[in-house]
């Protein structure tokens, strides 16, 4: 009996790491509830996503898995077993506190009917996750995701959701890029240096920011978006959109040194709402849109001279 227990507990535990669960297997023990999937809004390269927990909850956290629609149906619409990774997957099975609209962090194991939403395409930086966390999903692209809710203890993973698709948005004209290229594409910054609050940085102060994990650091977090969002705006994107939150954010820093340059803190609850809303301006749901591979410079000295200030 022992030996046998010991088989069923490690069929399990791989289970736990993937998008299915064979029908062999899924009533050797209770398994919990999959968690709902409903799609909130698709910008360039990421997907937000409200996942609702059933009955079981998701005492220790819950996958998300995605692939693009098109390997989804050459596939033949089935999440196959175990896995075949398409694009990626994430674990979410602690704290968050970088998407967190407004709290100070997220608790990604849901109590039953609980509710909160996530970025898919929108985890550097994020905590208590692991899986493919660096990646932005792709412009003007169609996914698939699913996902499975994970055990604990005696109860088995849930078997996967029900499959939801989005699609990404293309690039708009004046445009604007994602935290990710302006960190791996330094050569086509507008500009030598940034203000962020009342501190001016060089490019390679802000460089090393880029860099910092944010670690629970609401103003690490936020710095990353105001930096993408002052190089969108001084590469020519129309900062109409987005020009209070960036006034905002700039008072709310202050005077307050950035990490590692300096060691200043800000609490994500007081951040994560600015830090939202320049997210989605480099990400292209607010504002003029996202560009495409290459860079549009329209810089004008005004937008140059605003920003220095």
């Known amino acids: 009996m022992r030996v046998r227990l010991t088989a069923v507990m490690s069929v399990l535990a791989l289970l ?147 499959t939801v698709y989005a699609t990404t948005s293309l690039q708009g004209e004046s445009c604007t890029y994602t935290i990710g290229y302006w960190k791996t594409h330094t050569d086509a910054w507008p500009v030598s240096s940034l203000q962020l609050g009342s501190v001016s940085y060089t490019a390679a102060q802000l460089q090393a920011i880029f860099n910092q994990s944010v670690s629970g650091n609401g103003l690490v977090s936020l710095s990353h978006q105001l930096i993408a969002a002052k190089l969108n705006i001084a590469n020519g994107a129309s900062p109409t959109d987005i020009a209070s939150a960036i006034s905002a954010a700039d008072a709310l820093i202050g005077g307050l040194v950035v990490p590692p340059v300096g060691s200043g803190y800000l609490a994500p609850s007081r951040t994560s709402s600015l830090t939202q809303s320049l997210d989605d301006f480099n990400n292209g749901e607010l504002g003029p849109g996202h560009c495409g591979s290459t860079p549009v410079r329209a810089t004008t000295w005004g937008s140059l001279k605003s920003l220095a200030r």
């Open 16 to 162: 736990a790491a993937t998008c299915a669960v064979p029908a062999a297997h899924a009533q050797l023990v209770e398994t919990m509830d999959p968690v709902r999937l409903d799609v909130v809004s698709g910008g360039h390269g990421k997907v937000r996503i409200t996942v609702t927990a059933g009955q079981t909850g998701a005492p220790a956290g819950f996958q998300v898995c995605w692939m693009t629609a098109t390997q989804f149906t050459e596939l033949g619409q089935r999440w196959t077993w175990p896995w075949v990774p398409g694009e990626g997957w994430v674990d979410y099975t602690g704290i968050g506190t970088l998407n967190t609209w407004g709290s100070v962090n997220v608790d990604f194991r849901l109590d039953p009917g609980e509710s909160l939403d996530i970025e898919v395409g929108d985890t550097r930086g994020e905590t208590g996750v692991i899986g493919t966390i660096a990646a932005e999903l792709k412009e003007n692209t169609s996914y698939a995701f699913v996902a499975v809710t994970h055990g604990t203890g005696m109860s088995g993973p849930s078997v996967p959701s029900s």
